[in-house]
């Protein structure tokens, strides 16, 4: 009988499987007199310590001010606009993994919204609140300490989702825009929540009747759920496994605070989201409205970035990028970095690959109109710029008004809704007119500006 045939030596099994078993309760007996230290340590650790002061409030709304990092700062400041869930210290967690600190560092002024906890009482807050009021309201404290007539915005997650409401419907004061995993398409995406939010299976207006507001323990149990093993299992076994590593348990328990330190979202936003943008995809769409103002995405107008994670399973890429295709700006970038959800904000990689690009790409953006040049045209350029704002808002709405001189035209963008990208690719097409568009069929339409039928609907419309 060969080496290779001869069975298991049962007396080395046996060895094998004692010597396994001493190791690893030599292992816990090891791990046990350093656990008692290192949770104290994993207890007392700071988060959001880059300094800062509120500089505006209003209900529970704190408008933060960050002290500069460098001699000199950028002149047009950023704002970033959070999202209504969990606590936005994500963004400044640690000196070393702070998208905040990376863009002082860059030397940006920078501002952040803290929304806090919403109490019983704002149950009743809709998207209108939190953008025509509260967002616009910060806009414009950033605006007048900084004595410039636009800002730069930076939204993340359901934040960016509400920034692209408000750089629609306020364009004149947003000079340039990124927007950070922001929810913006929910059309078969591939992302859970939008399968879980689908109006087949939720209902969020008995969540809202039942509690008034989103319970943010509901909802971390909802995010956690999404990859159990992970969130049960696994880390809890790694924690184990680098309990010895202080700057491993530090890290750990950042993290888990934040995971732990959720707030409730106001009932009636929450519900308004829910239907108008993952179930009804209405902002996409073209077809949102709040209290009455259409949110008309050719509007954004202004140079815009996408910052997304190629591994995000909350917000997958194909939830923010097929939004550049409806804009009205033809200044569009992307980054989509090999990283997740929450890696965007704390891995150490994205903050040396993908933040020092954001942070040059605002500066560059800023540039554009914030140099002397630009600022020695003085109030002639701002006028000009406000003049066109006040024209288009003046224009129908979506409900299909006519507009007579949209008829008598030949310029495609005298239609509500089409801007200058949607025109070239009309042109393009060989529908050069407005009584070419009318005459063109629906489908050939959006199949030439690559527009959902809805919209091209809309467009025909108004030439009737």
Known sequence: MSREQRPPNPFALALNTQRELFDSATEALEKSTVIDEQLDRAESVEVGETPSEVVYTENKLELLHYESQTDEQHKVPILIVYALINKPFILDLQPDRSVVRRLLEAGHDVYMIDWNEPSRLDQFLTLDDYVNRYIDNCVDIVRERSGQDSIN????????????????????????????????????????????????????????????????????????????????????????????????????????????????????????????????????ENELELNGKHVDVNDIDMPLLFIMGEYDHLIPCGASEPFADVVGSDDVEMIKYPTGHIGLSVSGSSHKEVWPQVADWYYEKSAAEGSEAAEASGEATSSAESTEVEVEVEEPSSEGEADPAATEGDDLEEISGIGPKYAERLRSGGVESVAQLAETDVETLAELAEVPVSRAEGWLEQTR
């Open 153 to 284: 915005v930076l939204g993340y997650c359901m934040g960016g989702t509400m920034t692209a409401m408000y750089a629609s419907l306020h364009p004149e004061k947003v000079r340039a825009m990124g927007l950070m995993a922001a929810g913006l398409y929910f059309e078969d995406t591939g992302g859970v929540l939008e399968l879980w939010g689908d109006e087949q299976y939720y209902d969020p207006e008995t969540v809202r009747d039942a509690y008034g507001n989103m319970p943010a323990d509901v909802l971390a149990i909802g995010f956690a759920l999404m990859d159990p093993v992970s969130n049960f299992v696994s880390k809890y076994a790694r924690f184990y496994d680098n309990m010895e590593d202080d700057d491993f348990v530090e890290n750990f328990a950042r993290m888990e605070r934040w995971l732990d330190e959720g707030i409730d979202v106001a009932g009636e936003a929450y519900v308004q989201f829910l239907e108008d943008i993952y179930q009804g995809n209405k902002l996409y």
